[in-house]
C-alpha cells in the first residue's frame, strides 16, 4: 500500500487571497493587475498547483489535498508570506513549509523559502508562468524534505 501525505490548504497573506494577480507598486503598497486573474482564489489555485507537483514528485506517495479515508502518513504545511511580482517585475514566493507526522504531532521537517523568478516579458502569460516556475521550485525543496 501507498503512503498517503496530505497536503493542508495554502495559506496566504488576506491582501493576496484573491483571483486578482498581485503587483506590488512600491515598497508599502501593492496595486492588483488590470487584467490578470486566476480562476480561482490564489490559495485554491496554490494547493491544487502545488498537490499536482507534487505527485509528479513523488510517485510513490499518494498525495491529497482533501481529508483522506485513511489516516495519513505525513502532513504538509505551507504558509505563503509573499507571491507577488515586485517593482522591478520578478516574481518573489516566499514562506515557510512544515512535514508533521500524519496526526501532526510532531514535526519531521521545516524549512523557509524564498524563490525568485525573472517572467520573460510584463505579460500575463510571463508572470503566471514565473510563478509557476516558482511554484515548482517549492515543490522540488518539499519533495526532497518529504
Known amino acids: 500500500m501507498r503512503a498517503v501525505v496530505r497536503l493542508m490548504p495554502v495559506s496566504v497573506p488576506d491582501y493576496l487571497d484573491t483571483e486578482d494577480i498581485v503587483l506590488r507598486s512600491g515598497q508599502n503598497e501593492v496595486k492588483v493587475s488590470p487584467t490578470g486573474r486566476w480562476a480561482e482564489r490564489l490559495s485554491v489555485g496554490l494547493t491544487h498547483a502545488l498537490n499536482a507537483a507534487l505527485a509528479g514528485r513523488l510517485p510513490s506517495a499518494d498525495i491529497v489535498a482533501n481529508r483522506p479515508i485513511v489516516p495519513p502518513a505525513k502532513q504538509i504545511v ?34 523557509h523559502f524564498t524563490f525568485v523568478e525573472q517572467p520573460a516579458d510584463t505579460s500575463d502569460a510571463a508572470i503566471a508562468s514565473a510563478m509557476t516556475r516558482a511554484i515548482d521550485r517549492l515543490a522540488d525543496q518539499i519533495a526532497a524534505g518529504v
Open 78 to 111: 505551507v504558509d505563503v508570506e509573499s507571491f507577488e511580482i515586485g517593482v522591478d517585475g520578478r516574481c518573489l514566493l516566499v514562506g515557510l513549509w512544515t512535514i508533521a507526522s500524519g496526526d501532526a504531532g510532531r514535526v519531521l521537517h521545516s524549512d
